[in-house]
């Protein structure tokens, strides 16, 4: 089989705009797309989503399947489970990617078991490759790249036999394209055909807190493990960052501790980030927490502990304890910058 | 009206758990020494079941797939307060994939388990990291799913109550029964097994287990059955004939995923640049970062 179907990136709507995760797997889906030779076409659920399809083209789609219907203004897992898979067995893509966010991660899964088709979670990575088994090679493939067991293997998953391939992809690793603004593409309205589809959950109340941190989009992340020792020298990070225009980033102990607020944590269970400096205080680096932090452009590591595996990921390292070298650290750059 | 409710839950390393004694010298995972565990947040998801029980009547049947040996949660959940356990076990599921698990999950509960109330699931094992099992069940059951469920249900004889935990985003849902349900590690904290239940259940085993012990013992099976049973010790075993499986869709062959390659990750050892931590190493430090245009 050497003819491909299209890549599809599902656009998750997100407090009305188009979740930043699905703008980055329409840059990583455009690199597949090239490999294989197909259109990138992004599927839009939503109601009165129509201006988020611009967002979309500018971003790299070249087609736009919209759905736009009154039972899609929010989103619940069956009507936009049998609208999608009504689409896929319709126009038969060969992958469908997915932000993994708690929404990717209800809605993919059902729409995989309905197709009976394989789904990989929360990938890092994403490739076009071979397969072999039993002697037969199977081409062009989509490795999916996650890691598993806690973090402490990567394994590459292929679904060799089956379409499409599908994956949800790990928020935050992949990086937005540029917009280029102006770029159009062709807008498919897709008929939504729900009637016999009772409302099966009812949402009575639902409840947003704005995120008070974006840790995404920081170039400069200080961020505080277990070693901070308690809450209040957490004001230290604080200074720190706002002298270096940063944000302040946590650890998943830390966060347990008390220390801070869930926003804040950085790893795999909390936020991926790849800032141009991460400095890493009192963190003793865990390998959920280096999933995290690694692929930052410079890493400096404050530890009393010399045998911390921060060091062994680290640019640059003081051995010693945080609440003695950040004073002087803030004193340091206050004199410097 | 008594409700049935099925919590589903795994056997797993302790991957969070991966101390010197498990790193082989070369810094990669040994994972044959890993310890096995109930998957953490599928006890929460048994505390949640027990809980309904408590609040609504009915009974909590606990049930999981796995080798022979995954009987010691089913044992360890006899001994929290779970009524029934059931292990899923057949060579003809080995290498199963989330699609694979689901089917036959699903094919249990339809063939033996029905009808019931609740599905209960944790939100994802901490080997896998998938959190798909839940929901492709519930699509197999042709059920509503509730994800990320952050507090015991409250019912009021049509109709849940569910507050879910979406990270920035919580929503409050209704759901009438069946639904299933995956449960976050903060919806609640597992009761520990009761010494009563210890006592009483200490030596539940499942049919791979007293098949040896037949052998043995030179007895016959349905005699150690006999005497087993009716104290509650005899731990329900299904194979592939007893859920009248296709056999196309378990294991192996009902797994379109294939693994294509395992790395283990090992530290990089990058070149790193100590400094001292004194005021004139934190100073070089500054004059570092500052020269090669980290800062600013």
């Known amino acids: 089989m050497t003819q491909h179907g299209e890549i599809w990136v599902y656009a998750e709507i997100e407090e009305g705009s188009v979740a930043s995760v699905s703008l980055e797997l329409l840059g990583k889906g455009r690199e597949l797309a090239q490999v294989l030779g197909v259109p990138l076409s992004a599927v839009l659920l939503g109601h009165r989503a129509r201006p988020l399809a611009d967002v979309l083209f500018a971003h790299g789609a070249d087609t736009v399947y919209l759905a736009d219907d009154a039972r899609l203004a929010q989103y619940t897992t069956l009507p936009f489970a049998r609208v999608l898979t009504g689409l896929v067995r319709d126009k038969q893509p060969e992958i469908v990617l997915y932000g993994a966010t708690p929404l990717g991660r209800d809605l993919a899964p059902r729409v995989a078991s309905q197709l009976r088709t394989g789904l990989t979670a929360d990938c890092t990575d994403l490739q076009i490759g071979t397969y072999e088994s039993g002697g037969h090679l199977y081409q062009n493939k989509l490795l999916q790249i996650r890691p598993a067991w806690g973090g402490n293997i990567i394994a590459t998953i292929v679904s060799p036999e089956v379409l499409p391939e599908m994956a949800t992809v790990r928020e935050g690793v992949m990086h937005v394209p540029e917009p280029v603004n102006g770029r159009t593409g062709k807008l498919v309205e897709v008929p939504v055909n729900l009637d016999n589809e009772p409302a099966a959950v009812r949402i009575l109340e639902r409840t947003t807190h704005p995120r008070t941190v974006d840790l995404r989009a920081a170039n400069i992340i200080v961020s505080g493990g277990y070693g901070m020792g308690a809450k209040e020298s957490f004001a230290l990070l604080e200074e720190l960052a706002s002298l270096l225009g940063g944000q302040v980033g946590a650890s998943r102990a830390a966060v347990d501790a008390g220390f801070i607020k869930a926003d804040h944590q950085v790893g795999q269970t909390g936020t991926t980030v790849r800032p141009k400096l991460y400095i890493a205080c009192g963190i003793s680096g865990a390998v959920q927490h280096r999933a995290g932090m690694q692929e930052s452009g410079k890493i400096l590591a404050i530890n009393t502990d010399p045998d911390a595996p921060i060091f062994q990921i680290a640019h640059y390292g003081i051995v010693g304890d945080v609440r003695e070298v950040l004073p002087r650290l803030i004193k340091a750059l206050k004199g410097k910058l | ?296």
């Not at chain 2, 901490?126 to 929901?135: L, R």
Request: glycine letters at 6%; one cysteine or more.
């Open chain 2, 1 to 296: 009206m008594p409700l049935r409710v099925i919590v589903l839950a795994k056997q797993v390393p302790d991957t969070k758990n991966v101390t010197g004694e498990v790193m082989k010298p070369d810094g990669t995972l040994n994972r044959a020494a890993l310890e096995a565990i109930c998957n953490p947040e599928d006890l929460n998801a048994l505390e949640m079941g027990l809980q309904i029980r408590e609040r609504y009547g009915g009974e909590v049947i606990f049930m999981t797939m796995g080798p022979p040996r995954a009987a010691e949660i089913l044992q360890d959940a006899l001994c929290r307060g779970a009524d029934r356990v059931i292990l899923l076990s057949d060579r003809r599921f080995a290498a199963s994939d989330t699609l694979a698990t689901s089917y036959t999950l699903a094919q249990a509960i339809t063939t033996h388990l029905s009808p019931y109330d609740v599905v209960i699931c944790g939100r994802q094992a901490i080997d896998g990291d998938t959190a798909q099992v839940g929901p492709q069940v519930a699509d197999k059951l042709s059920i509503p799913q509730v994800t990320f469920v952050d507090a015991t249900p409250e019912y009021d004889g049509a109709k849940f109550r569910i507050l879910r935990d979406l990270g920035r985003v919580k929503e409050l849902v209704a759901v009438a029964p069946p639904v299933l349900l995956t449960v976050r590690r903060t919806a609640n904290s597992p009761r520990w097994p009761s010494a009563r239940l210890v006592l009483k259940y200490r030596r539940a085993r499942c049919a791979f287990d007293i098949e040896t012990e037949a052998r043995r013992q030179q007895t016959r099976v349905d005699e150690l059955l006999e005497r087993l049973r009716p104290r509650g010790l005899f731990i329900e075993t299904w194979g592939a004939e007893d859920l009248n499986a296709d056999l196309s869709r378990v294991g192996i062959s009902g797994s379109p995923t294939k693994v294509k390659k395992i790395d283990n990750v090992v530290l990089k050892g990058r070149d790193l640049k100590l400094y001292g931590a004194d005021d004139a190493g934190v100073r070089d430090l500054v004059a570092q970062l500052v020269e090669e245009r980290t800062f600013g």
